[in-house]
């Protein structure tokens, strides 16, 4: 349960992410709320997790999904860049992740 928390908690803080960009420097009310509810939502879920999960495999993790989750969506909704040391980049962090969480043992 703990790892399906830290996903949930992933997606959030994908959406956090997301909306950043959307208010503009926190600008623009509604996603600047949107950032906030998101970021707070991510926070607690992930300590959740962090109950039965050593704090360095969930954060790392955490941080690790949200980051690929946000360069995926940065390419797809903002046509950001999509090279070969890019995605070769992402693999290497994804690899990383998969290999944390196989070593790694809820408490």
């Keep these: 349960m703990a790892w ?5 908690a992933s997606a959030f803080e994908v959406a956090f ?3 950043m960009k959307a208010s503009y ?3 623009k009310l509604v996603p600047s709320t949107f950032a906030v509810v998101t970021g707070v939502a991510s926070v607690v879920i992930l300590a959740q997790a962090l109950r ?3 704090v360095g495999t969930g954060y790392t993790a955490w941080t690790g999904i949200g980051a690929v989750g946000s360069v995926v ?3 797809v909704l903002f046509n950001e860049p999509r090279d070969l040391p890019r995605l070769l ?10 290999s944390l969480g196989l070593t790694s043992q809820p408490r």
């Design 17 to 19: 992410a997301l909306s």
């Design 25 to 27: 420097g926190f600008t």
């Design 4 to 8: 399906v928390l830290v996903v949930v």
């Design 89 to 98: 980049s992402l693999a290497l962090v994804i690899a990383g992740l998969v």
């Design 73 to 75: 969506f940065g390419i």
């Design 52 to 54: 039965t999960l050593p």
